[in-house]
């Protein structure tokens, strides 16, 4: 229902309408028209436009040139305060991960991480580029740096798999925390063709420094992440 005289504009009264009727659809549903929305609900199409603009924006609805527009994909939701691999994430989702490895190779490493990552610059390090899939849709791309030292004899077959399950379970070794930052970026020429987005489309940027048990760190990944399938959650408390 749209109230006309609330101080709730009525685009954004269209967006909760909208975002209701979907619940009731499935990924890749078609939605009414601009016109039907602005006969049904007695608004102009410029408000509707408006609203589903918005909710193109959000990732709630995509648009298709010439045919329309439809439900978007369900974003995965992610917790931040647990420290989850990328297969452990989407099998806790019911969804199937797979891997494909666009890179690896061994490299000697990089000033930059070489500090962090507590080893010399130039002490050799895996680097490992790879495109993670959920359900066969591309999700994310990561550039993970391990010290050979450490992380020894990384096959490729392990990494079709987690890495993750590899240090903890073929290396005995306890993953305990990391530190992430995250920032919105635009996806380049390449990210976007691994990924499937449009060139320029919003995508986040993570880097993450994860620590074994006995505080050494022991990978550095650089992740990029698509803006339309991915939402972070995190609980917090006030002190
Ligand atoms: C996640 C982590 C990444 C980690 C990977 C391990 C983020 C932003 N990144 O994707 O740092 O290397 O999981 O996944 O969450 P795996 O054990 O499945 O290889």
Redesign the pocket.
């Known amino acids: 229902m749209i109230i006309k005289d609330s101080h709730i504009p009525i685009y954004y009264q269209l967006e909760m309408e909208i975002k209701e009727i979907i619940k009731e659809l499935k990924p890749g549903d078609p939605i009414s028209s601009e016109r039907e929305f602005s006969e049904k609900y007695g608004i102009s199409r410029m408000t509707v436009r408006q609203a589903i603009n918005n909710l193109v924006a959000e990732g709630v609805l995509v648009r298709q040139r010439g045919k329309g527009t439809f439900v978007a994909a369900q974003k995965v939701e992610?917790e931040l305060s647990g420290l989850?691999?990328?297969?452990?994430?989407m099998h806790s989702r019911g969804l199937t991960?797979k891997?494909k490895i666009l890179d690896f190779k061994t490299i000697p490493c990089p000033r930059g991480i070489a500090s962090k990552l507590k080893i010399e610059e130039g002490d050799q390090v895996y680097e490992v580029s790879?495109l993670?899939i959920a359900d066969d849709i591309p999700m994310?791309l990561?550039t993970?740096y391990l010290p050979t030292l450490l992380i020894k004899e990384l096959q490729e077959e392990t990494?079709h798999?987690?890495?993750?399950?590899?240090v903890e379970q073929t290396l005995h070794q306890k993953i305990s925390h990391?530190t992430?930052t995250i920032e919105s970026t635009l996806s380049h020429k390449n990210e976007s063709a691994s990924l499937g987005i449009k060139e320029g489309a919003p995508v986040l940027l993570?880097e993450?420094f994860?620590y074994l048990a006995n505080g050494t760190p022991f990978?550095y990944?650089k992740?990029i992440?698509r803006g339309d399938r991915y939402k972070f959650i995190i609980d917090m408390k006030r002190s």
């Open positions: 992610q989850t691999s990328f297969s452990e994430d991960p891997t790879r993670r994310a990561e993970s990494l798999g987690s890495i993750y399950e590899y990391a992430q993570m993450r994860s990978e990944v992740s992440y």
